[in-house]
């Protein structure tokens, strides 16, 4: 089954703990893109990659760092998370030609106390 | 003032009614339009996509992109208690590197 993974689905954590959100899919795609979702802000974008080793920030990049070493995977890191990061994260990826039709994962929800 | 513009509703109608969602946007370099749905506690999925001005039909789901109004609109007919989602429209430019996503659309459809 063609999908997008990520682990874990929800995590409680505190100020300044660093932590990795997993993202994977099994579809070959070449674009893979992480987005928060906050109420009335809708979903924006933290960081995209275009393909291996190629990454560049979105809209909110602040806080977060992201690699791709490997297709598949597009892990999302939060050296040191703060209150203000406590929000609903989204994986999505796509064919290169065609990042404005993304499939997105289920949603990790993350609280920061 | 956001790039994207969508009233948050809820939007409650009953079964089997013909429900309208629209989005406005300020950036004329918008060129492909999308309408997502997502379900409580899931990620959205793609529902409907077009690609500049006109219409597009897929079953009981109709978009609309009219671009000289900077207006999108999907339409639902004979609508579902299944279709009760969030609806959130996304759209890009040329360059294609990123959505911009409204904040969503509430729906309900009482049985």
């Known amino acids: 089954e063609a999908q997008v993974t990520q682990n874990p689905r929800y995590l409680i954590t505190v100020t300044g703990k660093k932590l990795t959100v997993t993202c994977s899919q099994n579809?070959?795609?070449?674009?893979m893109s992480w987005y928060r979702q906050d109420p009335g802000l809708g979903l924006r974008q933290i960081y995209y990659s275009m393909n291996v080793e190629v990454t560049d920030k979105g809209d909110v990049p602040e806080g977060y760092k992201v690699s791709r070493k490997e297709k598949r995977n597009f892990p999302l890191i939060l050296e040191s998370p703060s209150p203000n990061q406590t929000s609903l994260y989204f994986c999505?990826?796509?064919?290169?030609?065609?990042?404005?039709?993304?499939?997105f994962g289920p949603g990790t929800r993350l609280t920061v106390l | 003032q956001k790039e994207v513009e969508q009233d948050p509703g809820p939007l409650s109608v009953p079964e089997g009614a013909i429900v309208s969602l629209n989005c406005t946007y300020s950036?004329?370099?918008?060129?492909?339009f999308m309408w997502y749905r997502q379900y409580s506690r899931k990620g959205p999925e793609l529902l409907m996509y077009?690609?500049?001005?006109g219409n597009k039909e897929d079953g009981r789901f109709t978009a609309q992109v009219d671009k000289s109004s900077k207006y999108i609109s999907l339409f639902i007919r004979d609508s579902q208690p299944s279709d009760s989602a969030t609806y959130l429209c996304?759209?890009?430019?040329?360059?294609?590197?990123?959505?911009?996503f409204g904040s969503g659309t509430r729906l309900q459809v009482q049985p």
């Open positions: 077009t690609y500049s001005s």
């Open positions: 999505a990826s796509s064919t290169s030609g065609r990042t404005d039709t993304q499939y």
């Open positions: 579809m070959n795609h070449e674009y």
């Open positions: 950036n004329s370099a918008f060129q492909y």
């Open positions: 996304a759209m890009s430019g040329t360059g294609r590197r990123a959505l911009t």
